[in-house]
């Protein structure tokens, strides 16, 4: 993309930006909620662009105004300054427009959602529950570092400790751009608490992440929902309370189910299974928005396909592998207990890099 072009396309860009300044201003626009969110979502997007563009402009402009100087100056003093500055700017030109770049590329325009957080133990039994468990914890401690909030919707006890199924909500500035790279399935080596021989077992746990749907992205039909209620119960079975407060709902035409059982209030556990029940029905038109990208990109790294075999956890090598970008670090232990950034980085890196070429083929 030459100079030119990529100045027009900033300025296009500005232009917008203003516009939508002002629309969201406008006490027409304010009163039409949906409206105004949607704008306001735009605006929050543009404006890392618009702050990028600003900085190249200037770098452009005063390019020229050295190279003039060259031009016209007579002062051999007054050269050497310009051409200096004309050294110092072109440096920087290559990197900002890099960055600008990446910055045009339309993002998943559901990156800045919250997300629902679906752990499920897969193949290995009794121990595939355990690493569920661990998996959770692990995930637990990453948001905690984030500095985001989470809270448990629903849950299913393993046998013998950990989870045969764990839903969480997760809350915070840019969430499912984040933790969109763990959707898959994500296998364990080790010897099972379970085994006495001292074996090596390979057991696995399914990871998925939802974009959790706002109130404005889908409108329910609460005549097609069917209500239940049914008594909550804790870890290992034990009773809660004994009054019906767990909700579960069912959207006859599409036949998902989801329950909440973590609050004492019906009312409450009812508000949070709707907003879950909203977020699986939403995404079952994201998919194909993801399936589609997905056909596109040969390396992309955030498909959610839940099938796909995306990271194994050694404990006898002390090795995670993410078989997506051939990443391993031997530091599980640090890994598990939630640092796991490091890995995330590399994945929006890939996917970045995967971006960037389908830019400058377009």
């Known amino acids: 993309m030459s100079e030119n072009k990529l100045l027009d396309k900033l300025k296009g860009i500005k232009i917008r930006f203003e516009e939508i300044g002002q629309q969201?201003?406008?006490?027409?626009?304010?009163?039409?909620?949906?409206?105004?969110?949607?704008?306001?979502?735009?605006?929050?997007e543009l404006e890392p662009v618009v702050g990028a563009a600003t900085r190249y402009e200037n770098i452009c402009g005063n390019i020229e105004s050295a190279k003039e100087i060259l031009?016209?100056?007579?002062?051999?003093?007054?050269?050497?300054?310009?051409?200096?500055?004309?050294?110092?700017?072109?440096e920087q030109l290559p990197k900002l427009e890099e960055e600008i770049k990446l910055l045009l590329i339309p993002t998943d325009p559901q990156d800045n959602k919250n997300a629902i957080l679906e752990i499920r133990a897969g193949t290995g039994g009794d121990e595939a529950s355990i690493f569920a468990g661990d998996l959770f914890r692990m995930y637990q401690k990453f948001i905690e570092k984030r500095g985001w909030k989470s809270e448990v919707t629903s849950f299913s006890d393993g046998t013998v400790g950990g989870f045969k199924?764990?839903?969480?909500?997760?809350?915070?500035q840019g969430?499912?751009?984040?933790?969109?790279?763990?959707?898959?399935?994500?296998?364990?080596q080790r010897v099972p608490q379970t085994e006495t021989m001292g074996r090596v077992h390979t057991s696995a746990a399914t990871v998925a992440v939802?974009?959790?749907?706002?109130?404005?992205?889908?409108?329910?039909?609460?005549?097609?929902?069917r209500k239940d209620t049914f008594c909550a119960s804790g870890p290992g079975g034990q009773s809660v309370n004994t009054t019906y407060s767990a909700i579960r709902l069912t959207h006859i035409p599409t036949g998902i189910i989801v329950q909440c059982q973590d609050q004492k209030s019906q009312i409450k556990n009812f508000e949070k299974a709707l907003a879950e029940l909203r977020t699986r029905i939403y995404n079952l038109e994201y998919q194909k928005y993801i399936d589609e990208i997905a056909g596109k990109r040969k390396t992309l790294v955030s498909t959610g396909d839940r099938s796909a075999k995306i990271r194994t956890y050694n404990y006898p090598q002390s090795r995670v592998t993410d078989h997506r970008i051939n990443y391993t670090m031997y530091n599980l232990p640090a890994f598990i207990d939630g640092d796991i950034q490091e890995c995330i980085d590399l994945l929006q890196i890939a996917e970045n890099t995967e971006r960037l070429k389908e830019f400058n083929a377009a």
């Open 71 to 90: 031009d016209v100056e007579k002062d051999p003093e007054m050269l050497e300054m310009a051409k200096v500055e004309i050294d110092e700017l072109s």
């Open 165 to 172: 199924e764990v839903i969480m909500k997760v809350s915070g």
């Open 24 to 44: 969201i201003t406008d006490p027409a626009v304010i009163a039409d909620m949906k409206k105004f969110i949607t704008l306001n979502r735009e605006y929050r």
């Open 210 to 225: 939802l974009p959790e749907a706002e109130e404005f992205d889908i409108e329910l039909d609460m005549n097609d929902i």
């Open 175 to 188: 969430v499912y751009g984040v933790l969109k790279y763990e959707s898959g399935v994500h296998r364990v």
